[in-house]
């Protein structure tokens, strides 16, 4: 077996190095931080959507997922995910993580969450001993900058150490794009702070096409108050506590009736988009969306499960008798990326994805659980695949890593004046209701601060990896700028106020690549 080197030490990169590793492979996992510190998975709610037990059950799931992603999901990464998503969890299980599984099509890692803001924390932690115990080895405080090719195939990888500015040059038969999705790019969003599009920006710099960029998943509600943090309340909360628009009115209710759905509980796995859109068109006709704890008793402000759905602050939203809480959509997940075939290979031979970094189970809009259970699903893919790569790779120079450190030491502007102008343009122009005009206009701005980046510094520390951190930030930007500017209609998580209805000619994904320069979007088929 070969050498495998797995960019990402989150959920998705652990469950595909381990793999690896007991498919034969030597592993060694890249990680930006303390490795399972800083990924998305960490922070998740721990639940899994899975076909529920009974013998149509694939056939609900798979029906459902469609549903949800608008008919624009990729239909070989969609049945790979249908049909082996429960004997993927099963088999993580087996490795020693703690799986709660029900008959209704849910399983649940959250009994080892060490707090309820890290519902996934527990699996992580489990994850992270696992691999250790199987020899999986780790090279933390590092970013990769470059996967470097011979022939058409992988032959390695190029990091940063951004402690202290060191440049790595690692021989790999096989390589694993495990590095999560962009949610940085948002001013308001709930994904950890090194979650910046790298993956996205390494398969682009590759040749590499991303498809679905567009579609990116808002949770519905999300604190908005000066006093509290930036972070999502779960959407179940409205069964408990009366959410209302300017005349008071819950709109969020009503509109539950005429979409079919019982409650914020359904809601919450089968429509975050509609409902996000729904409270956001609230404060676009000048009201705020509220939360009226004021109307609980002290008893009810403490309950276990109101706690639960606040996951964070609840001191700070039930002090006294309570108060009225404003909340407004929160940047969640990213639907779109890098696509796989049946055996989670890229169209780079050697270059296997999973998780977030992947776009096409999805579609136009992710089912609540279905994040957790695609980076099982691919992860495992991805590990066992990347193992079947033999080969020793010759040794190289990290030529690329030396010229950007070389750029960086004599830049003059700071990194972090550039991630906020980024983060800017993104939050006014990219959110859940959008218009051709602004996402065209928000792309030229991008394309704009490349010349910027060009004049960034970088000295080991912070610093540097902030600066390393721009390239991921701005391919992510621009490419949902472009793909939302292209595709002329409304679907899923994609709202267009000039075209607010889903066109059938447009049941097809957006693809995005890097042409002399720049990021361009074009149309595709459903087998890219």
Not at 231 to 249: A, C, E, N, Y
Not at 255 to 260: E, Q, T, Y
Request: net charge negative; aromatic share 6%.
């Amino acid at each position: 077996m070969g050498f495998t080197v797995v960019l990402g030490g989150g959920g998705a990169g652990l469950v595909a190095a381990i793999a690896a590793r007991k498919a034969g492979a030597d592993v060694l996992v890249l990680s930006k931080t303390k490795i399972g510190t800083s990924c998305c998975t960490s922070y998740s709610g721990g639940g899994f959507s899975i076909p529920p037990r009974k013998d149509e059950g694939a056939d609900i799931f798979r029906k459902s997922t469609l549903s949800v992603g608008r008919n624009v999901n990729h239909p070989g990464m969609l049945e790979t995910f249908v049909t082996g998503c429960e004997a993927g969890l099963r088999e993580i299980a087996s490795w020693g993580v703690t799986l709660r599984f029900t008959d209704e099509g849910h399983a649940w890692s959250n009994e080892t969450a060490p707090n309820p803001v890290m519902g996934g924390g527990g699996m992580v932690s489990q994850l992270v001993a696992i691999a250790r115990s199987e020899g999986v080895r780790f090279l933390e405080d590092v970013i990769a900058v470059a996967v470097r090719t011979v022939n058409g195939a992988v032959a390695g990888v190029e990091a940063i150490e951004w402690r202290t500015g060191k440049a790595h040059a690692i021989p790999a038969s096989s390589v694993v794009l495990a590095m999560g999705g962009g949610g940085r790019i948002y001013e308001r969003t709930d994904n950890p702070a090194r979650m910046t599009g790298d993956g996205y920006a390494l398969a682009l710099d590759l040749g590499l096409s991303l498809r679905d960029m567009e579609f990116v998943q808002f949770y519905p509600l999300g604190l908005d108050e000066p006093d509290l943090p930036v972070w999502m309340v779960g959407l179940p909360i409205v069964d408990l506590v009366r959410l209302t628009d300017g005349s008071g009115r819950e709109f969020m209710k009503e509109a539950f009736a005429s979409w079919g759905l019982k409650n914020g509980w359904e809601a919450n796995f089968l429509a975050r988009d509609r409902s996000a859109r729904l409270v956001q068109s609230v404060w676009d006709s000048g009201d705020a969306a509220t939360l009226h704890f004021e109307d609980l008793s002290g008893d009810v402000l403490r309950s276990k499960k109101l706690q639960e759905l606040l996951i964070v602050a609840p001191e700070g939203i039930t002090q006294g008798k309570g108060r009225p809480v404003r909340v407004r959509p929160i940047q969640h997940y990213f639907c779109g990326g890098v696509t796989v075939d049946g055996n989670a290979e890229t169209s780079l031979r050697g270059l296997f994805a999973c998780g977030e970094a992947t776009g096409g189970v999805d579609g136009a809009s992710r089912i609540g659980g279905n994040a957790l259970t695609n980076l099982v699903t691919f992860g495992l893919l991805a590990g066992r695949s990347a193992a079947t790569c033999n080969g020793e790779a010759e040794p190289f120079e990290p030529e690329s890593a030396e010229r950007l450190l070389k750029g960086l030491s004599g830049g003059t502007t700071s990194p972090e004046s550039i991630r906020k102008e980024i983060a800017s343009v993104v939050e006014s122009s990219l959110g859940p209701v959008r218009d051709g005009a602004t996402c065209l206009a928000a792309a030229e701005s991008l394309d704009a601060l490349r010349e910027d980046v060009r004049a960034v510094r970088g000295t080991p520390g912070m610093e540097l990896l902030h600066a390393l951190e721009l390239r991921g930030l701005l391919s992510t930007a621009t490419a949902v700028a472009r793909a939302a500017a292209f595709r002329e209609e409304s679907r899923g998580t994609h709202f267009r106020r000039d075209f607010p209805e889903e066109r059938e000619i447009w049941g097809r994904p957006v693809l995005v690549s890097l042409k002399d320069g720049k990021i361009v979007a074009a149309a595709g088929s459903d087998k890219s």
